[in-house]
C-alpha cells in the first residue's frame, strides 16, 4: 500500500513540474511578438528576426517566398528558434528545436492570417496583395517545437527541458525526404528543365546522321551508344555553363542586386538564397566541363583511334569549353561584352548540331574530312541557333536594370533607352525580327532541297510553331504597353513577361523536335 502510494505521488509530482513548466513556456510566448529563427542547409546557415504568433505550443509566421529562410526551410525543415520576453532579452526565455512547414490548407492559410494579424499589421498589405500571393511571392509557415528549452537565469534550476515527441518526423522518414530534396536542389543547380536547349540541336545532329547514313545504306552502322554520350556530353556542358554563370553572376553582383528573378532570369538563385556556397557552384561547372571533356576524348578516340587526333570532335570541344566557361567568366566574359548572344547561337547551334553529326557518321567519312556532309548539318542548325538566342534574348528583359548597372552589356542592355526606366521598344523589336528570321531559315531548308541536295522538303512541317509566335508576339506587345506606363510598378510587370519566356523556350524545343523528325522523314 505505502508503495502504491509513493508511486501515485511520484505521479502526481512529475504532472506538477510537467504543469508548472508549461505554464513557463506559455508565459514566454505571450509576452513575446518576435522570435529569432536560424535556418540551414549543406552547411550553409542563416538567421532571422521575425513576428510569431502561437497556436499553442505551435508557432505561426509570414515571410516572403523566395527569402533565404524560406528556400532553407523548404530543403531542410529542422529550424532552431529563440524566443525572449520583452526586456529579458538573455535572461528569460526559450530555445526551440522544431520541423517548420509552409502551411498549404487554405483553411490554415486563414487561421494563420488571422493570429499573425493580431500580433501586429505590418506586413498586411503585402498579405492581402493577390499579384504576391498570384504568384507565390508570399507565405506562412508553422513552426511544430520537438525539444523546448526554458531557461531562466534568476531561478535555482536555470534550465529545464520538454520534448514532445510526436512533432519529431522518423528518422528514416526525414532521411528520405532530405534525399529527395536534395535531388531536387542538385535539378535546380543544373536548371533542369533548360536542358531542353541541348536536345534540339543533338536530336537535329542525330537525325540529319541517320538521314545520312541511310542514304548511303548503313543505317545498320548506327550507334545507340555513341547517340547517348555525345548527349550526355552536351548535356554536361549545358550544366558547366549554367553553373558557371551563376557563380560569376555572383561575383559580379549582377544576380545579388537583381530584385525580379524568376525561374527564367536571374539564374537559378541556389548561391543568393543560402543552399549552396560560390565554392559549390564553382566546383559543380568545373566537373561538368571535365565530364564533358572526357566524354570527348573518348569519342574522338572512337572515331579517329586517338584522344588527341586532330579532328572535329576535338576542335569542338576546345571551342565549347571556351564558350562555357567563357560566357560570363573571368577574363574572357563573352556576355559582359556584348558577344554572349553570338555564343550561345553558335555554341547551341552549330557546334553541337555539326559535333554530334560528325561523330554519327563516322560510318560514312572514317574520319577523312573532305567526306563529312558539314554542309548539311551547318543548314540544319540555323533555325535552332537563332531560336535558342532568343531565349536568352527574352529572358535578358528581366534582368536588363541589374544587368546595366554592373556593367553586363547585353544586347538587351545596348539596344534599350535609357531614361527614367528603359525603354525597351527596339530590344523588343529586334526579338520579333530574328524569330520570324528562325522561320525564314526553316522555309529555307525546305525550299534548297526542291533544287539542291541539301536540306529536307519535310522541313515546312516544323513551321507549324508559327501558331505559338503569333501568340507570344501579342503577349509581348500586351507587355510593353505595361512596361511602359509611367505609374507601373517594376517590381511587378517583369513577372508578367514570364509567359512569353515560356513561349520561346516551348517555340525552340518544338521547332527543333519537328526539325528532327523532318530528317528522319
Not at 510569431?52 to 515571410?63: A, K, M, Q, Y
Not at 565530364?291 to 588527341?308: D, E, K, M, P, R
Not at 553558335?346 to 573532305?370: C, E, K, Q, R
Amino acid at each position: 500500500m505505502k508503495g502504491l502510494c509513493a508511486l501515485f505521488h511520484k505521479h502526481i509530482n512529475v504532472w506538477n513540474v510537467s504543469n508548472v513548466l508549461d505554464k513557463k513556456i506559455e508565459k514566454v510566448l505571450d509576452s513575446a511578438d518576435r522570435m529569432f529563427i536560424a535556418t540551414s542547409v549543406g552547411g550553409n546557415s542563416s538567421g532571422a528576426s521575425v513576428f510569431f504568433s502561437r497556436d499553442g505550443e505551435d508557432l505561426v509566421f509570414f515571410t516572403f517566398h523566395p527569402t533565404r529562410k524560406a528556400e532553407q526551410i523548404r530543403l531542410n525543415p529542422r529550424v532552431h528558434v529563440v524566443i525572449w520576453p520583452k526586456g529579458q532579452e538573455g535572461i528569460e526565455g526559450l530555445q526551440i528545436d522544431g520541423e517548420c512547414y509552409k502551411i498549404k490548407n487554405e483553411d490554415e492559410k486563414e487561421k494563420a492570417y488571422n493570429l499573425v494579424l493580431e500580433t501586429t499589421d505590418a506586413f498586411k498589405e503585402f498579405m492581402e496583395d493577390d499579384f504576391l500571393i498570384k504568384n507565390d511571392v508570399v507565405g506562412y509557415y508553422r513552426v511544430k517545437p520537438t525539444t523546448i528549452k526554458y531557461v531562466n537565469f534568476f531561478q535555482e534550476e536555470k534550465f529545464e527541458w520538454k520534448t514532445i515527441p510526436s512533432n519529431k518526423t522518423s528518422a528514416v522518414k526525414m532521411a528520405l525526404k532530405l534525399g529527395l530534396k536534395r535531388i531536387g536542389l542538385w535539378l535546380r543547380t543544373i536548371r533542369a528543365p533548360f536542358l531542353t536547349a541541348t536536345f534540339a540541336p543533338i536530336f537535329i545532329g542525330a537525325a540529319v546522321a541517320w538521314s545520312d547514313l541511310k542514304e548511303s545504306g548503313l543505317d545498320s552502322a548506327w550507334s545507340w551508344k555513341m547517340f547517348w554520350l555525345v548527349l550526355a556530353g552536351a548535356s554536361l556542358a549545358q550544366v558547366a555553363t549554367n553553373a558557371s554563370n551563376d557563380y560569376f553572376d555572383h561575383t559580379s553582383n549582377a544576380d545579388e542586386i537583381n530584385k525580379v528573378a524568376s525561374p527564367f532570369n536571374g539564374g537559378s538563385r541556389v548561391i543568393q538564397v543560402g543552399l549552396m556556397t560560390p565554392g559549390q557552384v564553382l566546383i559543380t561547372a568545373l566537373m561538368s566541363i571535365a565530364g564533358t571533356v572526357a566524354i570527348g576524348l573518348y569519342l574522338n578516340q572512337q572515331v579517329s583511334g586517338g584522344y588527341f587526333a586532330n579532328t572535329p570532335i576535338l576542335w569542338a570541344g576546345v571551342l565549347g569549353t571556351f564558350l562555357a566557361l567563357g560566357y560570363t567568366g573571368d577574363p574572357v566574359r563573352l556576355g559582359y561584352k556584348g558577344f554572349g548572344e553570338l555564343a550561345i547561337a553558335l555554341g547551341f547551334g552549330p557546334v553541337m548540331v555539326m559535333g554530334a553529326h560528325y561523330v554519327l557518321t563516322s560510318p560514312i567519312h572514317n574520319n577523312i574530312l573532305t567526306n563529312w556532309n558539314w554542309v548539311e548539318a551547318l543548314v540544319a542548325s540555323l533555325p535552332i541557333a537563332i531560336l535558342v538566342m532568343l531565349i536568352v534574348w527574352i529572358n535578358q528583359f528581366q534582368d536588363a536594370p541589374s544587368d546595366a548597372a554592373v556593367g553586363k552589356n547585353t544586347w538587351v542592355v545596348r539596344t534599350a533607352e535609357q531614361g527614367e526606366w528603359m525603354k525597351l521598344e527596339k530590344p523588343m523589336r529586334l526579338y520579333k525580327q530574328f524569330m520570324i528570321e528562325a522561320f525564314i531559315a526553316v522555309a529555307f531548308i525546305g525550299v534548297l532541297s526542291l533544287f539542291t541536295n541539301i536540306g529536307t522538303v519535310y522541313a515546312f512541317i516544323a513551321l507549324a510553331p508559327l501558331a505559338l509566335v503569333w501568340k507570344a508576339f501579342k503577349m509581348a506587345d500586351e507587355w510593353m504597353i505595361k512596361w511602359n506606363n509611367p505609374e507601373a510598378d517594376r517590381q511587378k510587370v517583369p513577372y508578367e513577361l514570364l509567359l512569353v519566356n515560356v513561349s520561346t523556350i516551348g517555340i525552340h524545343f518544338l521547332t527543333g523536335l519537328l526539325l528532327a523528325a523532318a530528317y528522319i522523314l
